[in-house]
């Protein structure tokens, strides 16, 4: 069972606001730059990311339905800043592995023992944007 909807709002209106200044440095986390299916607008949300293969493997800590997820997948990608880079990334595809095999062993740890979430995103990089990160407010 994901983390509920509950601690996703309380994230959303206060610990975001400092790790968005955090994730697109720190080892393990990116923001996810997406546009809303409705409104348009962009939206910057940060998130455990890890790099594999052609692409990026994101944890869904809050599941599969949250709205960033339903605007990458409707939109056919996203950006991410991650490690001081800007990836615009293609393809998104929702997978499930109850055992979070590809995940560092602390993150394996959490997603299966803590939080109990087994889904992920994977997304597959088209190209990288520049590699100069801003934080923007």
């Known amino acids: 069972m994901p983390t509920p909807r509950?601690?996703?709002?309380?994230?959303?209106?206060?610990?975001?606001?400092?790790?968005?200044?955090?994730?697109?440095?720190?080892?393990?986390?990116?923001?996810v730059i997406h546009r809303g299916r409705k409104s348009g607008s962009t939206f910057r949300t940060p998130l455990w990311?890890?790099?594999?293969?052609?692409?990026?493997?994101?944890?869904?800590?809050?599941?599969?339905?949250?709205?960033?997820?339903r605007n990458v997948l409707a939109a056919g990608g996203c950006e991410l800043r991650t490690r001081g880079r800007h990836y615009l990334l293609s393809a998104p595809t929702l997978f499930r592995d109850e055992n979070a095999t590809d995940m560092p062993p602390f993150i394996r740890f959490m997603l299966r023992r803590v939080i109990k979430a087994p889904e992920f995103l994977k997304l597959d990089v088209v190209r990288e944007l520049n590699s100069v990160v801003t934080v923007e407010r």
């Open 6 to 31: 509950w601690v996703a709002r309380a994230n959303k209106i206060g610990l975001n606001r400092l790790t968005k200044y955090i994730a697109p440095w720190a080892p393990g986390w990116g923001v």
């Open 49 to 69: 990311v890890f790099r594999r293969r052609n692409g990026f493997v994101i944890a869904l800590t809050y599941g599969p339905n949250t709205d960033w997820v």
